[in-house]
């Protein structure tokens, strides 16, 4: 079957990317082989519209039946850093290599030192993708802060109990001052205690908000920890689905002088439970360092996948 190619072109688009990706991630059995749907809500309306800040008609790209039916849609998460999300009734190799060669052609970028470079992501045990990716030139980057550990949890076995920590609460996030001290929080906790930063966060706080803006935001999966004072010490974010019953946990983090107490680990539990009488099946969260995918395994468990980027340099010396 003859796919067409084409680039994003409106705001309908979005909407049908979002279906598309919630089919897929039943037809992949819940299973983190494609973007989560959250993860293109998060993406569009923060990591893009507030950091990246890149046209989106050039960073999405789709293959589409003459019916109008979606095979593939390939997403840039940063420059350079793309994502392929293919339906598995049209997984092929003739499609996968289409999908490649559009990124190298479209969707390069030039690296830190100087060269024109591509990463593409495939599952670490994908060995399809692999072949195909080692024949174009590609090479996999297994080590490094862009690998991603798909952490997940079935939701349908048991879980640990609710922990109780002195001198803190654990409750959905509140309004008004609160919503500034969340935002300074994140601050302080992505960008190891920098004060400026987390001012910034606070007195423009618009980004916030656009997270908000995200169809699947819920206040009551915005979870805190709050200290006696009143200062929030960690923080995460869940996304419920409830098309495909399943979840993700984005963002995650606590507060330098909070840390190795147990509140990341708290929330996240909470999380899980507030989930689960929802009738969520699976939940997920990505972890990329060492002490995060250390986090993660203590509260989701044994079970993830690895996501690789692989590497091609498009110029030469």
């Given at each position: 079957?003859?796919?067409?190619?084409?680039?994003?072109?409106?705001?309908?688009?979005?909407?049908?990317?979002?279906?598309?990706?919630?089919?897929?991630m039943l037809q992949n059995q819940r299973r983190e082989w494609s973007w989560h749907v959250a993860r293109l809500d998060y993406w569009y309306w923060?990591?893009?519209?507030?950091?990246?800040?890149?046209?989106?008609?050039?960073?999405?790209?789709?293959?589409?039946?003459?019916?109008?039916?979606?095979?593939?849609?390939?997403?840039?998460?940063?420059?350079?850093?793309?994502?392929?999300?293919?339906?598995?009734?049209?997984?092929?190799?003739?499609?996968?290599?289409?999908?490649?060669?559009?990124?190298?052609?479209?969707?390069?970028?030039?690296?830190?030192?100087?060269?024109?470079?591509?990463?593409?992501?495939?599952?670490?045990?994908?060995?399809?993708?692999?072949?195909?990716?080692?024949?174009?030139?590609?090479?996999?980057?297994?080590?490094?802060?862009?690998?991603?550990?798909?952490?997940?949890?079935?939701?349908?076995?048991?879980?640990?109990?609710?922990?109780?920590?002195?001198?803190?609460?654990?409750?959905?996030?509140?309004?008004?001052?609160?919503?500034?001290?969340?935002?300074?929080?994140?601050?302080?906790?992505?960008?190891?205690?920098?004060?400026?930063?987390?001012?910034?966060?606070?007195?423009?706080?618009?980004?916030?908000?656009?997270?908000?803006?995200?169809?699947?935001?819920?206040?009551?999966?915005?979870?805190?920890?709050?200290?006696?004072?009143?200062?929030?010490?960690?923080?995460?974010?869940?996304?419920?689905?409830?098309?495909?019953?399943?979840?993700?946990?984005?963002?995650?983090?606590?507060?330098?002088?909070?840390?190795?107490?147990?509140?990341?680990?708290?929330?996240?539990?909470?999380?899980?439970?507030?989930?689960?009488?929802?009738?969520?099946?699976?939940?997920?969260?990505?972890?990329?360092?060492?002490?995060?995918?250390?986090?993660?395994?203590?509260?989701?468990?044994?079970?993830?996948?690895?996501?690789?980027?692989?590497?091609?340099?498009?110029?030469?010396?």
């Amino acid at each position: 079957m003859k796919l067409i190619q084409r680039n994003y072109q409106s705001e309908e688009d979005y909407w049908r990317i979002r279906t598309f990706l919630r089919e897929v991630m039943l037809q992949n059995q819940r299973r983190e082989w494609s973007w989560h749907v959250a993860r293109l809500d998060y993406w569009y309306w923060f990591v893009n519209a507030d950091l990246e800040k890149l046209p989106v008609e050039e960073q999405i790209i789709f293959w589409e039946t003459e019916y109008g039916e979606i095979a593939a849609v390939l997403t840039a998460e940063a420059a350079g850093l793309v994502h392929p999300n293919i339906h598995p009734d049209f997984a092929t190799n003739a499609l996968l290599q289409e999908v490649i060669q559009a990124a190298e052609e479209r969707m390069q970028t030039t690296a830190k030192d100087g060269r024109r470079k591509l990463w593409f992501y495939a599952d670490s045990k994908d060995s399809d993708a692999h072949t195909v990716l080692s024949s174009r030139g590609f090479c996999r980057v297994e080590d490094g802060e862009y690998v991603e550990t798909q952490h997940r949890r079935s939701l349908d076995e048991a879980l640990p109990e609710l922990p109780q920590i002195p001198g803190y609460t654990i409750r959905s996030l509140g309004a008004g001052l609160e919503f500034l001290e969340r935002c300074y929080a994140s601050g302080l906790g992505f960008h190891q205690d920098d004060i400026a930063v987390a001012r910034d966060n606070r007195d423009h706080p618009e980004w916030y908000h656009h997270i908000q803006s995200a169809p699947l935001y819920r206040r009551d999966l915005d979870l805190v920890a709050v200290a006696d004072d009143g200062s929030i010490t960690a923080f995460c974010t869940i996304w419920f689905d409830d098309f495909s019953r399943t979840a993700y946990f984005e963002p995650v983090a606590t507060v330098p002088a909070h840390q190795r107490k147990g509140l990341g680990k708290a929330v996240m539990i909470e999380g899980l439970h507030r989930l689960k009488a929802m009738g969520c099946k699976v939940a997920f969260v990505g972890g990329y360092s060492q002490a995060a995918n250390a986090l993660y395994f203590s509260v989701m468990g044994a079970d993830h996948d690895v996501s690789e980027p692989w590497e091609k340099v498009l110029d030469h010396d």
